[in-house]
Nanobody, 120 residues
Framework: QVELVEFGGGLVQAGGSLKLSCIASGIIFSAYGMGWYRQAPGKERELVAIINAGGLSTYGSAAKGRFTISRDNARNTMYLEMNSLKPEDTAVYYC??????????????WGQGTQVTVSS
């Protein structure tokens, strides 16, 4: 059974920091690209950051310069360090994992999400 479980959400004041973790089980973690997405009330789910199996990362526009994605394959864990948080970062943050199988096929999974609230 595959599980992606997020930890670390909470309430923080603007300008503060939070570090999210996503612990994966039931998958060969090192073979998966991993990512963080977020969804604010009334808005579409958007990319925050992704990190591929080789450790290369890409950031969404809102995250550049403030957030850092990383992974620890030995611990089956992905992280998102968020600094200089703004009220507009308030959202549910979701962990995502994807493995490309070739021929257009893939396996992908979502976590249940963790709430991040930034007060002004």
């Amino acid at each position: 059974q595959v599980e992606l479980v997020e930890f670390g959400g909470g309430l923080v004041q603007a300008g503060g920091s939070l570090k999210l973790s996503c612990i994966a089980s039931g998958i060969i973690f090192s073979a998966y690209g991993m990512g963080w997405y977020r969804q604010a009330p009334g808005k579409e789910r958007e990319l925050v950051a992704i990190i591929n199996a080789g450790g290369l990362s890409t950031y969404g526009s809102a995250a550049k310069g403030r957030f850092t994605i990383s992974r620890d394959n030995a611990r089956n864990t992905m992280y998102l360090e968020m600094n200089s948080l703004k009220p507009e970062d308030t959202a549910v943050y979701y962990c995502y994992g994807v493995r490309l199988l070739g021929s257009g096929k893939q396996l992908d999974y979502w976590g249940q999400g963790t709430q991040v609230t930034v007060s002004s």
